[in-house]
């Protein structure tokens, strides 16, 4: 069993006040991700969990068991941390093996689990070798197996990828799902890559200035987030925001909160559109708009900044009267856009979110139909 429960958890350093009371319910099995921006306290929720952190009010609960007192070994979580935290002077087989002879278990035993754990993660040809002599990639796979040899109930893992470059965080990404459902193990998981979260994580919790603000599964979260953190939080470029537009606003701006449904939400502070939900055509900004054909409406925008990725092209458009560029992905243009070019900007798909002046998400009711009368 791996259940952690977290109840009312608080934490202050001197006047500031951390962690502002956090619930969760992680269920035994599962692999949580906790993501949000730099110092929404992440790390220290994950440090509370492992006793490493005192908690000062709240309860953390272990499988229904009050831990909040336990010691960080009693616990029956291992973490494994950014930096790796090797012994230097031992090899991969002590390092991985230490905690167990501190345990007390048998030699015999050790090198057994020690040898299995290395089957696992593909290290067992570097068993002799000691941690200067790994690369990055490797060293973290050894402070993985260090955590898989002593069979935690929870594996708690601190950005364990930021040390490595792009192409080594993709197959680690793949290595550590795949160890999830190898083992069946919970594993919390700290991050504050939206790319990590949304692609490993069974739910995801978004944290933001010492508070959870939602949790979910990633397309949940994707899809109806609850406030427009959230929806800024996950998707990459981000979520376009556009405020509704003052009466005295430019005609395409006006244009624009209409062509996003504007019209269904009466309530809407401003209303937000992901980039790949965006369609984009060539044509010259004065054409006429041709009020009686079948066209689905289009909104005059130029292009600021063409970015061709091979797969796809972002593009960022002015709209004039709207302060914010407009991001739009679109799968590689067939006629190449370039900057400066004017082009006519559509909705390729009608996935509105709409937000009060709080910033909370409003329920959708009419925008589809708003959309398309
Ligand atoms: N030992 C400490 N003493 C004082 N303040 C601390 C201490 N540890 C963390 N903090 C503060 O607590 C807040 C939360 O930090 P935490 O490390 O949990 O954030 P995080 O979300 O993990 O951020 P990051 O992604 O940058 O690691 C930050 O404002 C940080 O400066």
Redesign the pocket.
Known sequence: MGQVTLRSLRKR??D?E?IQGIDLEVRDGEFIVFV????????????MIAGLEEIDSGELLIDGVRANEQRPADRGAAMVFQSYALYPHMTVAENMGFALKMAGVRRAERDEQVRRTAEVLRITDLLDRTPRQLSGGQRQRVAIGRAIVRKPKVFLFD?PLSNLDAALRVDMRIELTRLHQQLGTTMIY?T?DQVEAMTMGDRIAV?HQ?RIEQVGTPMALYRQPANAFVAGFLGAPRINMVERPPASAAGAARQLWALLGGAGWPGAARLGIRPEHLSVVPAPADAPIDATSAQPPTVPATVVLAEHLGDVSLLHLQVDGVQDLIAAKLPMARVPLRNGDAVRLGVQSPETLAFDAQARALASHSAEAALHP
């Open positions: 350093y001197g500031h951390v949000g921006p730099s110092g929404c306290g992440k790390s220290t929720t994950l440090r950005e700290v504050h944290f010492g």
